[in-house]
Structures are given as C-alpha cells and as structure tokens.
C-alpha cells in the first residue's frame, strides 16, 4: 500500500520561503517519477515541479528559477524548495507518485501520468 504524506506548508510573506516536504511508504522513491502539483480556489490543479528516477527535472513556467524540486533517498522523502513566494503561488500543494521511473518530457507535468496522491498541504502567500 503506498502512501506519501506532505507537510511544511503555511503561511509567509511574499518574498518569503517554504520547503514543503513528501513522506512516501510502500515505495522507493528514488525509483519512482515524482512530483510536485497545486490547486488554488476555482482552478484546477496543475503541476508545479517533478524529478524522475535519474533526476531528470521539470519545472512549470511560473514557478522557474523559484522553486527546486529534489529528492532524500535515505530519507525517502520528496522536497519542494519555494523561495520568493508571490501571492499567486497560494494554493493546496499536492505530492504525487508515477508507477514508473521515467515519463516523457511533454508530459511529465500532467495529472494523468501520476496514480498515487497525498492529501495536500496548505501554502498561503
């Protein structure tokens, strides 16, 4: 049974910074492509960042040059570094799982490439 669980949300300052971390049991996350999603109020979730099993990233538009995605393997834990946060980054940040190590690069920051969620953590902002 897999499950990731995300902590590390808040509220901040703009200009201000979060690390939002991802626990995941029942798989190993240095195997697995795995990223990082967001959903503000009246939008839909969209994805923010992801790493593959060689460490491969891949970053959202907005979010370039702001946040860094990266991996603990001792740890098994998945991190999103925000730095200079804007308001427009609030939302409910999701982390997600693929069932696979690599996902292609036009695709990686799709929703339906992911089939294992944690329940979200709040950033406001």
């Known amino acids: 049974h897999v499950q990731l669980v995300e902590s590390g949300g808040g509220s901040v300052q703009a200009g201000g910074s979060l690390r939002l971390s991802c626990v995941a049991s029942g798989l190993t996350l240095s195997s697995a492509c795995m990223g990082w999603f967001r959903q503000a109020p009246g939008k839909e979730r969209e994805g923010v960042a992801t790493?593959?099993?060689?460490?491969?990233?891949s970053y959202a538009d907005s979010v370039k040059g702001r946040f860094t995605i990266s991996k603990g393997n001792a740890k098994n834990t998945l991190y999103l570094q925000m730095d200079s946060l804007k308001p427009e980054d609030t939302a409910m940040y999701y982390c997600?799982?693929?069932?696979?190590?690599?996902?292609?690069?036009?695709?990686?920051?799709?929703?339906?490439?992911?089939?294992?969620w944690g329940q979200g953590t709040q950033v406001t902002v």
């Open positions: 997600a799982a693929a069932g696979r190590g690599y996902i292609l690069a036009a695709l990686r920051l799709s929703l339906n490439q992911y089939n294992v």
């Open positions: 790493i593959d099993s060689d460490g491969r990233t």
